[in-house]
């Protein structure tokens, strides 16, 4: 078993749309404590509810950690708001990508 992270393709057709940790794993070569500490210190793309306990990975969240691990800035905010129609939306900001916590 090789310990290189394997490539997301950018084509629509190319995987899921949500990475389950198991996944996110084997694509990052990273371990699970790893991942978490990484989301903690917001170097590593925040899973989202995929409804009851289940959890994922977003893709394109994935893909851009890939292209830049050491780049990668976590959002900076993530708010709900409603819509027109009433739903619940959220609003998210990107960070300053200039910021870097010292």
Known sequence: MSNKPENISSSP?????FYRLADVIRI???SRSTIYRRIA????????SLGGRATGWRRE?????LND????????????RHGTSGAQVRHVAAADRAFRPG
């Open 13 to 17: 057709d190319a995987g899921p749309a």
């Open 28 to 30: 990052t070569a990273l």
């Open 41 to 48: 210190a917001g170097e590593f793309p925040a899973q989202v």
């Open 61 to 65: 969240a994935l893909k851009t950690w």
């Open 69 to 80: 691990p050491t780049g990668f800035r976590a959002l900076a905010t993530c708010e709900r």
